[in-house]
């Protein structure tokens, strides 16, 4: 009898698709946010998204706050690495989801595994030097994407092996 926490149970399966769907879409806006800061710079990007979150148009909402204070550390800091993170990690996400969605064989797990446990160990690093509650909310979202990647990767396995379970 295989272990119920390998076996591959519709909920999971489920849970799995939605985070890489999920996934997909961030890795989507990254890159094109990564595209739209290199070619209007983020001078621009400031502006435009202070004038939309002006408080005599929205009020002090807590998210509205956030993003102008994003902002503001978009135009303050250096640009280029910004642009080069969002590019890379947008990148690779829409890579591995695809891989994964196309189902392009089992070489796509442990490739995909390792990338977002290299995301993962990036963002908690990162929040050694500063601590950020998105950048958290963030890594444990890539953690619970690892999880459903593992798993889907050994229930995968279990479909292979004789009988169905190793």
Do not use: C
């Amino acid at each position: 009898m295989g272990n119920t926490l390998v076996k591959r149970t519709p909920l999971l399966h489920r849970a799995y698709l939605a985070v890489i769907l999920i996934k997909g879409f961030d890795g989507a806006v990254e890159a094109l946010a990564g595209l739209i800061i290199a070619a209007a710079g983020p001078e621009w990007i400031y502006g435009w998204v202070i004038r939309l979150t002006a408080p005599e148009l929205t009020g002090h909402h807590p998210a509205l706050h956030a993003i102008r204070s994003g902002a503001t550390r978009l135009e303050q800091s250096p640009h280029q690495f910004i642009i080069f993170y969002l590019l890379v990690h947008g990148l690779l996400k829409l890579g591995i989801v695809m891989a994964l969605l196309r189902g392009g064989g089992r070489w796509v797990f442990p490739l995909a595994s390792a990338i977002l446990a290299g995301f993962v160990a990036y963002m908690s690093w990162r929040l050694t030097i500063r601590w950020s509650d998105w950048l958290l909310g963030f890594a444990l979202f890539d953690l619970l994407t690892l999880v459903l990647v593992l798993n889907e990767w050994r229930s995968q396995g279990d479909k292979s092996a004789p009988g169905g379970n190793r």
